[in-house]
């Protein structure tokens, strides 16, 4: 949707992401870099088989977007889930909510991820758990139980055209 717009596949790329395509078959790393690094927000003309299992909305029209400078389009999503372009996370409407990460934000600048808004603005955000804590929780499936790892969902939660904020 957005490609027509923005039609260089290095905006979609961090220049810190030195990481390689996978090889399919080993999981081993080719000698090709990886093209992608950068996910578009889960609620912006989503997968509906997701949306019916994390109770989420998608939209398809910037008119249904309110407060735009607080909606989530692009981030920077870590390795350990990065695969169909499309950063889930649900918000706090459904029984997931704010229970446990379902996709990774990107911590490869300090502890902090890149991410923009549907106004076109973007920033950096750092994250107050570290990389281990929410790979480890979504690794065991195990709920964000810990203060400050709440607190970084609460902020991703935030994002979401589905907070009554940004209704």
């Given at each position: 949707?957005?490609?027509?717009y923005i039609k260089?596949?290095?905006?979609?790329?961090?220049?810190?992401?030195?990481?390689?395509?996978?090889?399919?078959?080993?999981?081993?790393?080719?000698?090709?870099?990886?093209?992608?690094?950068?996910?578009?927000?889960?609620?912006?003309?989503?997968?509906?088989?997701?949306?019916?299992?994390?109770?989420?909305?998608?939209?398809?029209?910037?008119?249904?977007?309110?407060?735009?400078?607080?909606?989530?389009?692009?981030?920077?999503?870590?390795?350990?889930?990065?695969?169909?372009?499309?950063?889930?996370?649900?918000?706090?409407?459904?029984?997931?909510?704010?229970?446990?990460?379902?996709?990774?934000?990107?911590?490869?600048?300090?502890?902090?991820?890149?991410?923009?808004?549907?106004?076109?603005?973007?920033?950096?955000?750092?994250?107050?758990?570290?990389?281990?804590?929410?790979?480890?929780?979504?690794?065991?499936?195990?709920?964000?139980?810990?203060?400050?790892?709440?607190?970084?969902?609460?902020?991703?939660?935030?994002?979401?055209?589905q907070n009554p904020?940004?209704?």
């Open positions: 949707m957005v490609y027509p260089s596949v290095s905006t979609y790329h961090c220049t810190a992401d030195k990481n390689y395509i996978l090889n399919f078959g080993t999981g081993q790393p080719t000698s090709t870099n990886r093209l992608r690094c950068f996910s578009m927000s889960c609620y912006l003309n989503g997968d509906p088989e997701t949306e019916a299992q994390f109770g989420i909305e998608h939209l398809s029209k910037v008119a249904d977007l309110h407060h735009v400078a607080n909606i989530l389009v692009f981030i920077d999503e870590d390795d350990s889930t990065i695969d169909d372009g499309y950063f889930l996370y649900p918000f706090a409407i459904n029984a997931y909510a704010g229970l446990n990460w379902v996709n990774v934000p990107g911590f490869r600048h300090s502890n902090g991820t890149v991410w923009s808004f549907a106004d076109g603005h973007a920033a950096y955000k750092r994250w107050r758990t570290p990389r281990a804590q929410v790979v480890a929780d979504l690794e065991r499936n195990s709920p964000a139980d810990i203060p400050a790892e709440r607190d970084d969902l609460k902020d991703l939660e935030a994002t979401s055209p904020g940004n209704l």
